[in-house]
């Protein structure tokens, strides 16, 4: 957005690390302040700016679906209300077709995830139901904060043949977790994204959340220079998906990776 405004705009950036009050401490900051807009990053302040305002445009990015994030039902792709921005879920049934063309000959499928998180359990409904019209049988093995990850983890490496993992924020807060359990007892991590592949998986299909930023940032300047109605303005998407794998790790575990995967740097 600062290549179309430059210094006409100004930005404050807040940092709840992940914690619920401080981000609904903060959504309430910057209504106060009366700010022309608020970006949310991630689910969880989306939710406390939404608590905030409803007079404020919001636009939300790093979101995977905003109807179960807002508890909308009849989904059309608009909010109808203050709200849009951008998802950064990935094709689902295209990630299940990736572990499947890993992994044919699997048989289980742990899906770890964490249950406070309503977009993980999204994702992992879906997904679950992809995975079993390939023929994979499915078992969850969610957790409720990062305390549980590691018993989780252990759980899960010794019943299933590969492990799946959303788009997750606690899992992605603790991939070094995760890998140390799962690498060395040889069971593959197949991610939703590229920021936990690089900490504990072997592949996954990822957007660019660089693009998503940049389209979100588009977005906003259509809000604040052109009085787009941002009621009206539809979610978007990442333009791009592609497919990525860990070199190290898939040689650590012997997995064959076929042509068309683009190594993410270690």
Known sequence: MTEKLGSQVTFDEQNASGDSATCATIANQFVSSNVDLILANATAPLQASAAATNQIPILGTSVTDYATALQIDNW??????????????????????????????????????????????????????????????????????????????????????????????????????????????????????????????????????YDLGYQTGLMAYEVLVNGADVSTMEIQYAPNVTKKYVASRCEAMNIQIPEGYVAIAE
């Open 76 to 209: 059309t792709g608009t909010t109808g209300s203050n709200i849009s921005g951008t998802s950064d879920l990935a094709p689902l049934e295209e990630q299940a077709q990736l572990l499947k063309e890993l992994f044919p000959d699997a048989k289980t499928v742990g899906m770890i995830y964490c249950s406070a998180e309503a977009n993980s359990v999204y994702q992992i409904q879906v997904m679950s139901e992809a995975l079993k019209k390939l023929g994979y049988t499915c078992q969850e093995y969610a957790f409720a904060d990062s305390n549980d990850i590691a018993s989780v983890c252990t759980n899960a490496v010794a019943n299933v043949d590969v492990i799946y993992i959303p788009t997750d924020n606690a899992a992605a807060a603790a991939t070094e977790v995760i890998n140390n359990i799962c690498e060395p007892a040889k069971i593959p991590v197949v991610a939703g994204e590229e920021g936990i592949c690089a900490g504990c998986g072997v592949a996954t299909l990822s957007i660019s959340y």
